[in-house]
């Protein structure tokens, strides 16, 4: 159901919550497609797509793969573009540049942003190909022909927990050792390499990175892909145990029991609508889903916070912002946000973003997102339903736990491409 104002800024579409957990993972991959292509990188765009294709696996944007190939005795890195949509590329998405410059500025420890920008643009091979992503050097440090990146549910679920280490332990060991959090570019590309190195051996087929995401890689596009199936079926066979919840026993009853303060604050969803869109200083589209299966979790947050604890990857946060509205009252949530960027970036990066929420959730309205479209609102809307579901299901076996607050900070600031139209301002 739709419906849009004269104005054409309200749209409001109602959808059921998908809360289902999925226990296993199908693997769509087909040798008959895959052998199809006549390339190794046509078959990087083919895993990649099937990849991007479940959001259980990667969301709007998230996610990234790489290939090294030789051509004409120079090592090449094809690393997907920025911003590009893991589901639908092509092999004209990925951008060729010259690996061995990359490797050697992270071997090199080259830790000064200004000249790593300039490596890797002098790096490039074909300037009218897209902007590498921001994990390229991650991709050029990993010693292996193809690399790939996701932000899959499961994982996210296993790992983000107070509990991390033993957890991995448990699950990973060796096999994907745990990278510590670090700011997506080269401090991540550092640690990996690190990690790598100091963590694996020939049995380790990728990287678990911590509050954040997995690494896959391999010999070819198709182990590589196997390889991250695989990191994703381990984190959910862990969880399995978890899924059917309340316990058989009853104890986990009163996690279930929908809890709301009752005074809220007198208001039409329309009238709060018109207010974000005065805060934000644009108009925002909405996008309502009205169905109030996830109101439990409110239960749980009121207890601990974990709605404010932010979300499953920082990446989610430039869709959803670092944390949803809960009681109406925006004018607290302006001057607490502003002041959580006014720490985290320093004031001046902190006036380039907006203190607008991107997610109401309330118990008449149900689950509201904003954004600058509404394609934006439904991907925010989609994004904080998986959230909802890595928070909730993190919940059950430990204590659900999100990135740095100053790295989401940083994240909105530098995904929402802040730190790019400073720089041209400057
Ligand atoms: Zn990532």
């Known amino acids: 159901m739709s419906n849009t104002n004269k104005k054409g800024v309200l749209f409001v579409h109602t959808e059921p919550y998908n809360q289902a957990v999925k226990r296993q993972l199908n693997n769509p991959w087909s040798d008959q497609v895959a052998n199809g292509y006549n390339t190794e990188l046509e078959r990087l765009a083919y895993s990649s797509r099937l990849l991007g294709s479940n959001p259980d696996i990667v969301l709007e944007g998230g996610g990234n793969t790489s290939i090294k190939l030789q051509e004409n005795d120079?090592?090449?890195?094809?690393?997907?573009?920025?911003?590009?949509?893991?589901?639908?590329?092509?092999?004209?998405?990925?951008?060729?540049?010259?690996?061995?410059?990359?490797?050697?500025?992270?071997?090199?420890?080259?830790?000064?942003?200004?000249?790593?920008?300039?490596?890797?643009?002098?790096?490039?091979?074909?300037?009218?190909?897209?902007?590498?992503?921001?994990?390229?050097?991650?991709?050029?440090a990993l010693p292996y022909c193809c690399v790939m990146h996701t932000h899959a549910d499961s994982v996210l679920a296993a790992m983000n927990v107070d509990e991390i280490h033993q957890v991995h332990s448990t699950i990973y060991g060796s096999l994907a050792p745990l990278v510590d959090?670090?700011?997506?570019?080269?401090?991540?590309?550092?640690?990996?390499?690190?990690?790598?190195?100091?963590?694996?051996?020939?049995?380790?087929?990728?990287?678990?990175?911590?509050?954040?995401?997995?690494?896959?890689?391999?010999?070819?596009v198709r182990q590589a892909y196997e390889n991250m199936l695989h990191l994703i079926s381990l984190a959910q066979n862990y969880l399995n145990p978890f899924i059917d919840y309340p316990p058989a026993d009853g104890s986990g009853d009163h996690l279930l029991a929908p809890s709301w303060p009752t005074s809220l604050v007198e208001l039409t969803l329309e009238d709060l609508h018109k207010r974000i869109n005065a805060l934000?200083?644009?108009?925002?589209?909405?996008?309502?889903?009205k169905d109030f299966s996830f109101m439990k979790l409110l239960a749980i947050h009121q207890r601990t916070g974990l709605l404010e604890q932010g979300?499953?990857?920082?990446?989610?946060?430039?869709?959803?912002?670092?944390?949803?509205?809960?009681?109406?009252?925006l004018k607290a949530y302006a001057r607490d946000y502003r002041h959580y960027l006014d720490t985290s970036l320093g004031t001046a990066d902190s006036a380039w973003i907006d203190v607008a929420p991107r997610i109401v959730i309330d118990s008449q309205w149900g689950l509201c997102a904003f954004g600058k479209t509404l394609k934006e609102?439904?991907?925010?809307?989609?994004?904080?339903?998986?959230?909802?579901?890595?928070?909730?299901?993190?919940q059950r076996h430990g204590h659900y736990r999100s990135a740095p607050i100053d790295s989401i900070a940083q994240a909105e600031f530098e995904y929402g491409g802040y730190a790019l139209r400073k720089k041209t301002t400057l």
């Not at 051996?201 to 911590?210: E, K, M, T, V, W």
């Not at 991907?379 to 890595?390: I, R």
């Open 311 to 329: 979300p499953a990857t920082p990446q989610h946060a430039l869709y959803t912002k670092r944390y949803p509205l809960l009681n109406r009252d």
């Open 74 to 140: 120079l090592s090449i890195l094809y690393v997907k573009g920025s911003g590009r949509n893991l589901a639908q590329v092509t092999q004209e998405d990925f951008t060729p540049l010259l690996l061995s410059p990359l490797q050697r500025a992270v071997e090199d420890n080259v830790n000064h942003a200004p000249l790593i920008e300039k490596i890797v643009a002098q790096a490039v091979i074909n300037p009218d190909s897209a902007r590498p992503s921001i994990e390229t050097l991650m991709h050029a």
């Open 377 to 394: 609102a439904q991907a925010a809307s989609l994004m904080y339903q998986h959230d909802l579901q890595v928070m909730e299901l993190a």
């Open 181 to 220: 959090y670090q700011h997506s570019g080269f401090d991540l590309a550092r640690a990996c390499w690190q990690a790598l190195k100091n963590q694996g051996n020939d049995q380790s087929i990728g990287l678990i990175l911590a509050f954040h995401g997995a690494v896959s890689f391999g010999k070819d």
């Open 280 to 289: 934000a200083g644009f108009p925002l589209h909405l996008y309502q889903v």
